[in-house]
């Protein structure tokens, strides 16, 4: 067994499993924390579906995952992104690309395993054909404007198997659809047909194309 796993183990003998939500004992997210119905939304076109809002406990559980560690979370984070994937439209699951700097601090391609999981549950694929081009500004605390400044033209991608393939554009977290749009923008010009995109988690800001939750898509 390897290390990590028997460490995970012991673990789990040793210390009582909590929710990272409430931290009440039992699952890693308890009933009361997961979120109950899908979030839909038209970002300027493309049709996003997320399993939830981002905020109180599926914010706890992402960054837990995404930067303390808690590889425990992906199997349970990869459920609720597999419900957004379900509900949406059809096509290749193509995770947005993950700078290798973060990807070497968190272990990993957060995003990319998650969409792996789906991808075994779901019967379903994962592409990896985007890639980043130049370096982004962390995006905290930039305008919607900058934010779309910050990310245009930053990503390319290679072709599909065929022209017309359709393509999920996967992420963890929604905010202003700025990662998705740069996405489905690179993956159009290398031939893909873009049919959505679906998240973790989304969250709406005031002004921004995500602020229509509820509408069909």
Request: glycine fraction near 10%; proline fraction near 7%.
């Amino acid at each position: 067994m390897p290390f990590t796993a028997f460490a995970a183990t012991l673990a789990d003998l040793v210390l009582p499993r909590c929710c990272v939500g409430c931290g009440r004992a039992g699952p890693t997210l308890c009933a009361s924390c997961t979120p109950a119905g899908l979030l839909r939304y038209d970002a300027a076109g493309l049709p996003v579906v997320a399993a939830g809002e981002y905020g109180a406990a599926l914010r706890t559980a992402l960054i837990a995952y995404k930067e303390r560690g808690r590889r425990d979370l992906a199997a349970v984070l990869a459920g609720l992104l597999g419900r957004a994937v379900a509900d949406g439209p059809a096509g290749v699951l193509v995770p947005v690309p993950c700078p290798p700097r973060v990807a070497r601090t968190r272990g990993g391609d957060h995003v990319l395993r998650l969409a792996r999981i789906v991808a075994r549950g779901n019967a379903c694929t994962v592409a990896t054909p985007l890639r980043l081009v130049r370096p982004v500004q962390d995006s905290a605390g930039l305008s919607l404007r900058a934010r779309a400044a910050n990310l245009h033209g930053a990503m390319a991608a290679t072709a599909p198997p065929l022209v017309g393939t359709a393509a999920v554009v996967v992420d963890d977290i929604v905010t202003t659809a700025a990662t998705l749009h740069e996405a489905a923008r690179a993956l159009t010009v290398a031939g893909w047909s873009v049919s959505g995109g679906a998240a973790v988690a989304a969250t709406a800001r005031r002004g921004s194309a995500l602020a229509r939750p509820g509408r069909a898509v």
